[in-house]
């Protein structure tokens, strides 16, 4: 059997194409998702696939970057269908990892897949920190709510690590609360 996955990863792009594609090259079932494909992590439609394909089976993507976005997690997809004994198909890239050549392709894209990730992570954090010396990027702003109700704890003799753990908030967040109140009342 044929088993064709399709990914965007946000609710407004379409799958239509994708889906498409995988129906045109003879997929038994197509089952898609959007969600980011930069962990593993909540994509539901994967993992039934990847629980439910059998010795024999393929896998059927358009390209790899639909599988995964991290070296990390193709690797460990891989695995779960070489020890399934299920192929990699993929419609878009010559690969098929039921052949040497195929199996080696999959690796040099997954290894580009994971540099695009990166720089697209490097340059976001380039333009926020541009953002921020131009003085445009502000930061989330403050929930004067939460402030206020670690000044109450505060005041009533509770410890930092306490008010964290009642609020929910990280110890270090509750720190920098109390010492901006600090810094407030000292000037």
Known sequence: ??????????????????????NRYGCDLVRGEKISGTSRQGRKELENLLDFV?????????????????IGDLQDIIKILEDKKVSLICTEQPIDTSNAMGKAFLNMLGVFAQFETELRKERQLEGIAKAKKDGVYQGRKP?????????????????????????????????????????????
């Open 54 to 70: 059998r010795a024999g089976d393929s896998l059927v993507i358009t390209r790899i970057d639909r599988l995964a976005r991290s």
């Open 1 to 22: 059997m044929k088993y064709g996955y399709a990914r965007v990863s946000s609710e407004e792009q379409s799958l239509d194409i994708q889906t498409d594609a995988l």
């Open 143 to 187: 929930d004067m709510e939460r402030i206020a109700e670690v000044f109450n704890l505060k005041h009533q003799g509770v410890s930092n690590t306490e008010i964290s753990q009642r609020l929910g908030l990280s110890r270090s967040y509750v720190w920098k609360v109390l010492k901006r109140q600090g810094e407030l009342f000292a000037s």
